[in-house]
């Protein structure tokens, strides 16, 4: 199959992206073509159209599935495995946000957990001691705002990441203000205030 110059350059793009998060390019740009074209591929398919070697086509169909951002169909009359994912971007979202923390936040969030139990810990310096709390506090903080975040229906979820500095008004600071000033006392404040009609 050949790419559009529009599709080719999205999943060149995504590929180039994916180098930058952290992910291997070609695993992003088969992620990228599915996406785009919306419907199953196989695995020659995918080959023959980003013009790449099967083992590695195979490889990052395998990586895409640990990522839980791709899964395996079959099609009426073709007895090839064929792939898919997802074409609605919010639920790709939730996937990566779910899987980053589940492999990157969660032992992390352990090991400084493990470190702040252990006696050890009264040996070391207590701006370390200091860092490694903070460090963690913020962290169960993340992880505890985006598995709300994640739970929000999607219309929800849009309004909420929409509101900006309008949050910081509500909460009685102007954009700019340093962190430190007081707040006035606040009102009792409404999914209405928030989310708006």
Not at 82 to 105: A, D, F, K, N, P
């Amino acid at each position: 199959m050949e790419l559009t110059p529009t599709a080719s350059r999205f999943v060149l793009h995504w590929g180039e992206m994916g180098t930058r998060w952290g992910v291997n390019r070609t695993v992003a740009q088969i992620h990228a073509l599915l996406f785009y074209l919306g419907r199953p591929m196989h695995a020659e398919e995918i080959t023959d159209t980003l013009r790449i070697a099967r083992s590695n086509v195979s490889t990052s169909l395998r990586e895409l599935q640990g990522w839980k951002l791709i899964r395996l169909v079959h099609l009426p009359g073709d007895r090839r495995d064929h792939y898919e994912t997802s074409t609605q971007v919010w639920e790709l979202l939730r996937t990566v946000v779910r899987e980053r923390q589940q492999r990157e936040i969660a032992p992390t969030v352990a090991v400084l957990a493990e470190l702040l139990a252990d006696p050890a810990i009264a040996k070391e310096p207590a701006e370390s001691k200091v860092r490694i709390k903070e460090t963690l506090e913020l962290l169960q903080t993340l992880t505890a705002w985006s598995d709300e975040m994640l739970r929000l229906d999607t219309d929800t979820l849009t309004k909420v990441l929409r509101l900006g500095a309008k949050v910081k008004k509500l909460l009685g600071r102007e954009p700019g203000a340093a962190a430190e000033t007081p707040v006035p006392p606040a009102r009792e404040i409404s999914a209405a205030d928030l989310l708006g009609p």
